[in-house]
């Protein structure tokens, strides 16, 4: 990876200070090689997942900006919002990545990087309840909204016309926790970012976006008045390439490419079953994922997709089983009764597995696992059709945000008519991965990891560790 000019070369851990530290200013990162970062604790911007990896898109973006300037990083977990900005005026630290809007206001007190994701302010509402149509529907109810949002410089213009708009503004890190009472019935609305109830939908089926209440915003990382202009100028030539190379691309199909895939019947349906059925297969996946190494809840997710984990589930093309095995694949895996829910789970898994091991070594993950289920539904050779596509168009074959652009042209003449494996209905294929995406999401919130207490192959070659 290309350096960035800087003094230090060091790469160093990642430090983090979960809260509150003295108001000092930060030292200059030249002396220090220890950039300091202002963030928060929310699923879109930096978390600790069920496996206890720190995940999230300003993470990675931190980690991969830290690692071209060569130095580590200090995280400043600010709870709540509100408190990020006046720490930053007092230079306590070099950026914050929190998923700061860029607005007028803002703009006089602070510097900004590029923008690297667009959002809008919206109100989310409970489908229990009517939608409300209009900003006039909801005066006079209770709205929250977290404290130090830019939704409030949208919420004060609404005021000028609506005197009697009030709202109740909250000290928290993110709306997650507002949007879990408003799901309760505990508050009559919430105002959200738009990206942020696209993800928390998927965990809370009975909210929607009513309206929006200001127009779309764009997100970056913000830098004190007088800050390092070294620094700055860095994170500038920083998100200028990652934009050109693809790189903040791939980032953003990561985190937020599948997530408005479901509806809230389909949300509302998982989370029945997974209450209901998936404790009866549970063990089941388990050991699937003791012979794969496969995540048990993604293999579930998986077999959600395919039968709504229905072990008598037939299809119209034959394919029979909780995870929808063709007699061909059955056979190859050796499973003897399709109808068997744990011979099928397990021949399931490593047909999965399989496909996961026949993909060039270059792809890395989680492309890798996006493209084997695609595989999955359509078969190895017309996914390889799908990657030829992407080539010709200059796309890169390896990437599951460029390869599902194609799965749709599978089925048109002009297109495989000049493919190896001819007409596929490709578009089953990216609906059923992002699908299973989003299911995996759910299970990763709710259900425990699975770390076997040994490993199953050394227990089948008699060695006990």
Known sequence: MRKLPFTLVLLLPVVCDPGFIADRPVAPLSQTGELVVLTRNTPTTRYVDSQGQTSGLEYDLVQMFAEELGVKVRYIDRQPLYQILPALRRN??????????????????????????????????????????????????????????????????????????????????????????????????????????????????????????????????????????????????????????????????????????????????????????????????????????????????????????????????????????????????????RMDPRENIVGGAQYLLELKDTLPERIQEPDRTWLALAAYNIGYGHLEDARVLAQRKGLNPNLWVDVKQMLPLLSRYEYYNTLKHGFCRGNEALVLTENIRSYYDILRRFEDPYTPSFNLFAEMAGERP
């Open 92 to 337: 306590e630290a070099h950026l914050a990545a929190a998923g700061l809007a860029v607005t007028s206001d803002r703009v006089k007190q602070f510097q900004f990087g590029p923008s690297y994701q667009m959002f809008q302010p919206v109100l989310a509402y409970n489908t229990d309840n009517s939608a409300p149509r209009d900003i006039k529907d909801v005066v006079g109810k209770r709205i929250e909204v977290v404290k130090g949002t830019s939704a409030i410089e949208d919420l004060r213009a609404l005021r000028k016309r609506y005197p009697k708009l009030r709202w109740l503004e909250v000290s928290e890190s993110d709306s997650e926790g507002l949007l879990s009472r408003l799901s309760e019935g505990k508050t009559d609305y919430v105002v959200t970012d738009s990206h942020v109830l696209d993800v928390v939908r998927n965990f809370y089926p009975n909210l929607a976006r009513a309206f929006a209440i200001g127009d779309p915003e764009p997100l970056a990382w913000v830098f004190p008045p007088d800050g390092d202009p070294k620094i700055i100028e860095h994170a500038r030539e920083f998100f200028l390439r990652i934009t050109f190379d693809g790189t903040l691309k791939r980032l953003l199909e990561r985190y937020y490419g599948h997530v408005k895939r479901l509806d809230q019947m389909d949300i509302a349906n998982f989370l029945e079953r997974m209450r209901t059925v998936l404790p009866r297969y549970k063990p089941m996946f388990k050991q699937a994922q003791e012979l794969t190494e496969i995540d048990w809840r993604l293999l579930a997710a998986l077999g959600f997709q395919e039968s709504h984990w229905d072990p008598a589930a037939v299809s119209p093309t034959g394919v029979r089983g909780l995870m929808m095995l063709t007699s061909e694949t059955a056979d190859r895996m050796d499973v003897a009764n």
